[in-house]
C-alpha cells in the first residue's frame, strides 16, 4: 500500500463507483440528464467545506493542479517561479510549461524552503513562490508570506504530499492564493488519479476553472464574469470524483492514525548526539507521513540508510534536482525540454549539481522512516504502515536505534 489513505479503500469508495456505473454517467456532466449533483461536484463542495475554502476545482492528476493553479494566478512566459530545488518534478515541470522560469531556492533542515535564500533570489521578474509543504509537513508560511507581501508576489502552495495538514490552525492550501493538490496512490488519500485546487478568490477561480475546462464559466456556461480563456481538458473524471468523496470522508481517520503511528515509533527511538529529527514549523499540524531524521555528518547518514536497506534522501529520484536530466536539458535549451517552449538556454540560472550546496548538504544528511508512505523511490523504503501492528513498531524503531547505535557508537 504506497500511501495511508490506500489502506483505507473500502466498501464507501465500492459503493460509490457501482452508483456510477449503475448510471453509466462516467463524466461529471450529465447534459441531457441534469438532475442530481455529480460525485465530481459533491467532491468539490466538500472539499471546501473540509479544508474552509471559498471554491474548489477537481482536475485529473496533481500536476494538472499545479497547471491549472499557474494558470489562474497569470504565470507565464516572461514570470520567474521561486521553487525548492527539493521537490518532486512535477512542481518544477508546471512552471516549464507555464512558460515561466523555475528559479531553484535552497530548503534548510525543515527540507523546505529557506525564507533567506528566496528572498535573495527575487528579481524583477519574479512572479511567484510555490511553497511545497514536502513530506507531508508545511513551509515556514509566515515568513513566505512576509516576503511575498513585501515583494507583490503571489505564492502558489503545492501540497500534494500534504493533504490534511494545516499551519497555525489554518489548512495547508489556504493560505496562499492558491493551493494544489495531489489524490495519485502515494497521497494521504487517493482517488487512483486525481487533484484538485483550493482558493478563495473568485477570479482565480473562474481562471482555473476556464483553464481546465475548455474556458467553459464556472458551472459550464457560456458566458460570466471574468476573462476569457483558452482552456485544456484536465476534468477530474466522474469515477474518481466518486472514490474522492468517500477517501475525503476518511481523511480524519487516516491523519489520526498516522499521527499515532508516527508518536509511538518516535518514542521508542532514544535521541542522541549527532542525529536530531527534522524541523518542523507546526508540528501539530503535520501530516506525519515520514520520520525524519538529520543527522549531523552525511557519511554517518549514508552508514545508517545502508544498514537499514535504504538510502538518503539525496538519492530520491526525481525529487532532487541533480536527479532531473531535463533541468541541464532546459540550461542548455537546444532542444527545449518542452515542446511548447522556444529553442534557446535559459539565461541567469544553475541548474547543475553543486549550485544548491545547503540542499546537497541537509539532504545528504537525512534519512526518513516510513510512517504512512511506503515509497522507496522517495527514500521511505523502510518503516511502517498504516495496518502495521505494535509488533512492528517496536521492530522497526529497534532497527534504527540499533543502526544508528552501530554508527554513532
Same mark, same amino acid.
Given at each position: 500500500?504506497?500511501?495511508?489513505?490506500?489502506?483505507?479503500?473500502?466498501?464507501?469508495?465500492?459503493?460509490?463507483?457501482?452508483?456510477?456505473?449503475?448510471?453509466?454517467?462516467? #463524466?461529471?456532466?450529465?447534459?441531457?440528464?441534469?438532475?442530481? #449533483?455529480?460525485?465530481?461536484?459533491?467532491?468539490?463542495?466538500?472539499?471546501?467545506?473540509?479544508?474552509?475554502?471559498?471554491?474548489?476545482?477537481?482536475?485529473?492528476?496533481?500536476?494538472?493542479?499545479?497547471?491549472?493553479?499557474?494558470?489562474?494566478?497569470?504565470?507565464?512566459?516572461?514570470?520567474?517561479?521561486?521553487?525548492?530545488?527539493?521537490?518532486?518534478?512535477?512542481?518544477?515541470?508546471?512552471?516549464?510549461?507555464?512558460?515561466?522560469t523555475p528559479v531553484l531556492a535552497e530548503i534548510d533542515e525543515s527540507? #523546505?524552503?529557506?525564507?533567506?535564500?528566496?528572498?535573495?533570489?527575487?528579481?524583477?521578474?519574479?512572479?511567484?513562490?510555490?511553497?511545497?509543504?514536502?513530506?507531508?509537513?508545511?513551509?515556514?508560511?509566515?515568513?513566505?508570506?512576509?516576503?511575498?507581501?513585501?515583494?507583490d508576489l503571489v505564492v502558489i502552495e503545492d501540497v500534494a504530499q500534504?493533504?490534511?495538514?494545516?499551519?497555525?490552525?489554518?489548512?495547508?492550501?489556504?493560505?496562499?492564493?492558491?493551493?494544489?493538490?495531489?489524490?495519485?496512490?502515494?497521497?494521504?488519500?487517493?482517488?487512483?488519479?486525481?487533484?484538485?485546487?483550493?482558493?478563495?478568490?473568485?477570479?482565480?477561480?473562474?481562471?482555473?476553472?476556464?483553464?481546465?475546462?475548455?474556458?467553459?464559466?464556472?458551472?459550464?456556461?457560456?458566458?460570466?464574469?471574468?476573462?476569457?480563456?483558452?482552456?485544456?481538458?484536465?476534468?477530474?473524471?466522474?469515477?474518481?470524483?466518486?472514490?474522492?468523496?468517500?477517501?475525503?470522508?476518511?481523511?480524519?481517520?487516516?491523519?489520526?492514525?498516522?499521527?499515532?503511528?508516527?508518536?509511538?515509533?518516535?518514542?521508542?527511538?532514544?535521541?542522541?548526539?549527532?542525529?536530531?529529527?527534522?524541523?518542523?514549523?507546526?508540528?501539530?499540524?503535520?501530516?506525519?507521513?515520514?520520520?525524519?531524521?538529520?543527522?549531523?555528518?552525511?557519511?554517518?547518514?549514508?552508514?545508517?540508510?545502508?544498514?537499514?536497506?535504504?538510502?538518503?534522501?539525496?538519492?530520491?529520484?526525481?525529487?532532487?534536482?541533480?536527479?532531473?536530466?531535463?533541468?541541464?536539458?532546459?540550461?542548455?535549451?537546444?532542444?527545449?525540454?518542452?515542446?511548447?517552449?522556444?529553442?534557446?538556454?535559459?539565461?541567469?540560472?544553475?541548474?547543475?549539481?553543486?549550485?544548491?550546496?545547503?540542499?546537497?548538504d541537509c539532504l545528504a544528511r537525512s534519512v526518513a522512516i516510513s510512517?504512512?508512505?511506503?515509497?522507496?523511490?522517495?527514500?521511505?523504503?523502510?518503516?511502517?504502515?498504516?495496518?502495521?501492528?505494535?509488533?512492528?513498531?517496536?521492530?522497526?524503531?529497534?532497527?534504527?536505534?540499533?543502526?544508528?547505535?552501530?554508527?554513532?557508537?
Amino acid at each position: 500500500m504506497p500511501g495511508p489513505g490506500y489502506a483505507y479503500l473500502g466498501d464507501e469508495e465500492r459503493k460509490n463507483v457501482e452508483e456510477v456505473l449503475d448510471k453509466w454517467e462516467l #463524466t461529471r456532466h450529465t447534459y441531457d440528464k441534469p438532475d442530481g #449533483t455529480p460525485f465530481v461536484r459533491r467532491f468539490e463542495l466538500a472539499a471546501q467545506e473540509t479544508f474552509g475554502a471559498q471554491h474548489a476545482v477537481a482536475v485529473n492528476s496533481g500536476t494538472s493542479a499545479l497547471l491549472t493553479a499557474l494558470a489562474a494566478a497569470g504565470v507565464g512566459p516572461g514570470h520567474e517561479v521561486i521553487v525548492p530545488a527539493y521537490t518532486f518534478i512535477a512542481s518544477i515541470g508546471s512552471i516549464v510549461y507555464s512558460g515561466a522560469t523555475p528559479v531553484l531556492a535552497e530548503i534548510d533542515e525543515s527540507l #523546505t524552503l529557506d525564507p533567506a535564500d528566496v528572498e535573495a533570489r527575487i528579481t524583477p521578474r519574479t512572479r511567484a513562490i510555490m511553497a511545497v509543504h514536502m513530506l507531508g509537513a508545511p513551509c515556514d508560511l509566515t515568513a513566505l508570506r512576509d516576503i511575498a507581501q513585501r515583494h507583490d508576489l503571489v505564492v502558489i502552495e503545492d501540497v500534494a504530499q500534504a493533504c490534511g495538514g494545516s499551519y497555525q490552525g489554518r489548512a495547508l492550501g489556504t493560505h496562499g492564493a492558491v493551493g494544489a493538490f495531489s489524490l495519485n496512490p502515494f497521497k494521504v488519500i487517493t482517488s487512483g488519479e486525481g487533484g484538485f485546487i483550493l482558493t478563495d478568490d473568485p477570479v482565480l477561480y473562474q481562471r482555473g476553472y476556464a483553464f481546465q475546462d475548455q474556458g467553459w464559466f464556472p458551472g459550464r456556461t457560456e458566458t460570466g464574469e471574468g476573462e476569457i480563456l483558452f482552456g485544456l481538458n484536465l476534468r477530474m473524471p466522474e469515477l474518481a470524483g466518486a472514490v474522492a468523496c468517500a477517501q475525503l470522508d476518511k481523511l480524519a481517520t487516516v491523519l489520526k492514525r498516522t499521527r499515532e503511528m508516527k508518536q509511538w515509533v518516535a518514542q521508542g527511538i532514544a535521541m542522541r548526539d549527532g542525529v536530531r529529527r527534522r524541523v518542523l514549523h507546526d508540528p501539530a499540524g503535520e501530516c506525519a507521513t515520514l520520520l525524519v531524521y538529520v543527522f549531523d555528518r552525511a557519511e554517518d547518514a549514508q552508514a545508517v540508510a545502508t544498514a537499514l536497506n535504504s538510502k538518503t534522501m539525496i538519492d530520491s529520484g526525481r525529487h532532487y534536482y541533480a536527479n532531473m536530466p531535463q533541468l541541464a536539458a532546459l540550461a542548455e535549451g537546444n532542444p527545449p525540454p518542452s515542446p511548447f517552449r522556444a529553442p534557446g538556454p535559459v539565461s541567469g540560472q544553475d541548474y547543475r549539481r553543486g549550485s544548491l550546496p545547503a540542499t546537497d548538504d541537509c539532504l545528504a544528511r537525512s534519512v526518513a522512516i516510513s510512517i504512512g508512505v511506503s515509497d522507496r523511490y522517495l527514500g521511505a523504503g523502510f518503516g511502517v504502515t498504516v495496518s502495521s501492528s505494535d509488533a512492528d513498531v517496536q521492530r522497526v524503531a529497534e532497527e534504527f536505534s540499533a543502526a544508528v547505535d552501530g554508527v554513532l557508537g
